[in-house]
Structures are given as structure tokens and as C-alpha cells.
């Protein structure tokens, strides 16, 4: 349900502007700046990831009340193992709580929990809660939200790469071998379409190991706005933005082929 009356004059305006029948069906997102935000106000690292939660409720409410269908976030990358213990045991211990307590809501949502990642290489604990979010919300028929956890692009495709030469890989290459298609099937966001729009913060201009086989044609929006600051506002405006651009997939623009330019 879109609760418009409780926005701010702003975003209420925005959201006017979006175009329903041309949404993004999936919105990826990077997540960044959660240090930034709370390095300015002189708190601890983890006061900007746990204020970062905010922005989570806020896009993933935002995104369901649309009508988008898969929205995933980058929520703990293969890499970020490389932070201090402390903090990515903080991190590990926030999502657990987030979880805990918002399954309810995102389950009354009609929201589909999902994850990508090696999942089996997080501590138990963090697995639990994320199996008991899953088998929650398994049967629900809206949007599908999905977590990137212990995840990388480069790991992702990989893994694909492993699981294809165990499922009879070498019968699949006597047979002509994988096309692009079959291929995309074995990597964790098998079923879904790929990312149209693919949101970083913070200005970072750069992919981070994110999604790299499906962004191949997502259209990228960056904001200078850090990630505890995002709300529905900064949502609408990607949209808004995503919904000007021409996505040509390396043909021509259909303005061009009707003037019959060469
Ligand atoms: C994003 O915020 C959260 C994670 C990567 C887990 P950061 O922690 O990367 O924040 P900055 O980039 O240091 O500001
Ligand atoms: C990307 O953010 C990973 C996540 C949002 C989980 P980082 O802060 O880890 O990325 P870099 O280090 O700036 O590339
Ligand atoms: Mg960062």
C-alpha cells in the first residue's frame, strides 16, 4: 500500500513523477558509506552500519509499495573478510537482529526473502536466522528481496564454473557446449532477470566485485548521498533518472532508425 499521505510534500511529488509501467523489475544496490556517516558525526563505524538500517526499511518498503519485483542489496562483500574482527563481527551480529526482527513485517509485505553468497562459510548463528527468514517467507508472491552475503562476482561465476563440471559438465561440452543462457543458470540469481538498475552511494564510482555478469546492461546511478541517508526520496529519484535514459543494448536508437539515419 502506498501510504503517500504520511511523505514529505517532496517525495510525494517525485513519486508522482514515476512512470508505473515502466519501473525497473530489478534494483540492485550497493550499499556504501556507512563509515563516512559516522565518522562526520565522530561515532564508531558500527553507528553508521546500525543507522544504515534505516535505509534499508525505507527502500525496501519503497520498492514493494511500487511494484518492483526483485530488489537485491549488497549488504557484506567476499572482501569486506578483510576488516577488523570487531567490526565484521558487529556487522554479522546486526544483520541477525535485523532479521530477527523485521521477518514479521517483510513477511506481512508478501515479500520473498532471498540470499547470494557462500552463505555456508558464515557463522552458524548468522545461517540460522537466515534459514528461518527463507522458510518464512517462501511462499510469498510479491517482491522478491534478495541479500548479497559473503557474496562476489568473481566467486559467483566460479562457483557456476564448479557446479557446471560437476553436473556433467564434460557431456554438456560433446553436446556443443554452454551458451550464455545455460550458464546464467548456474549462478545464485539463476531465475531472476538481471539488474535494469544498479544504485551505488556515497559517489564511489566502481563495482566492487558486484553482480558482474548480470549488470552487463544495467544502467548505473550514483549519489554523493551516504547509505544511512537514503530513504524513498533517493529511490524515486534513481527511478526517475533510470526512466529517462535510452537503453539502446548496442542497437540503435529507435528515433535514429525511424529518420533512417545511417
Ligand atoms: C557499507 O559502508 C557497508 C558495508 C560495506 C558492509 P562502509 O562500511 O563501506 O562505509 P565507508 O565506505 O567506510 O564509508
Ligand atoms: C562494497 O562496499 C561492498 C558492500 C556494499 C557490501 P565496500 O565499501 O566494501 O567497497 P570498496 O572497498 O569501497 O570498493
Ligand atoms: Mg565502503
Redesign the pocket.
Known amino acids: 500500500m502506498l501510504r503517500s499521505h504520511r511523505m514529505p510534500k517532496k517525495t510525494q511529488s517525485l513519486l508522482g513523477q514515476i512512470d508505473r509501467a515502466a519501473l525497473p523489475v530489478h534494483i540492485a544496490i550497493i550499499m ?5 556517516w559516522a565518522r562526520k558525526r565522530g561515532l564508531p563505524r558500527v553507528a553508521g552500519h546500525r543507522a544504515g538500517i534505516n535505509a534499508v526499511r525505507e527502500v525496501v518498503e519503497g520498492s514493494a509499495e511500487l511494484g518492483v519485483s526483485v530488489l537485491t542489496l549488497y549488504a557484506f562483500s567476499v572482501e569486506n573478510w578483510k576488516r577488523p574482527q570487531s567490526e565484521v563481527r558487529m556487522l554479522m551480529k546486526l544483520l541477525k537482529e535485523y532479521l530477527h526482527k523485521e521477518i514479521e513485517a517483510i513477511h506481512g509485505n508478501n515479500i520473498q526473502f532471498r540470499t547470494i553468497g557462500r552463505i555456508d562459510e558464515l557463522d552458524s548463528s548468522v545461517q540460522i536466522e537466515i534459514e528461518k527468514a527463507i522458510a518464512r517467507t517462501s511462499q510469498n508472491t510479491g517482491m522478491i528481496f534478495n541479500v548479497a552475503l559473503n557474496y562476489g562476482g568473481r566467486a559467483e561465476i566460479v562457483d557456476a564454473v564448479n557446479r557446471l563440471l560437476r553436473n556433467g559438465g564434460p557431456t554438456a561440452f560433446q553436446a556443443g557446449g554452454v551458451t550464455e543462457k545455460d550458464f546464467a543458470a548456474y549462478l545464485y540469481t539463476a531465475g531472476l532477470p538481471d539488474p535494469d538498475l544498479l544504485i551505488r552511494t ?1 559517489g ?1 564510482l566502481r563495482i ?1 566485485n558486484f553482480l558482474l555478469w548480470q549488470i552487463a546492461y544495467a544502467e548505473i546511478w550514483v549519489t554523493e548521498t551516504l547509505w544511512p541517508d537514503f530513504g524513498k526520496q533517493h529511490l524515486y529519484d534513481a527511478i526517475i533518472a533510470f526512466q529517462k535514459r535510452e537503453r539502446r543494448y548496442g542497437g540503435l536508437s529507435p528515433r535514429l532508425v525511424r529518420t533512417g539515419t545511417k
Not at 556504501?32 to 563516512?36: C, I, V
Open positions: 556504501d558509506g556507512n563509515g563516512r556515497s564511489e566492487s
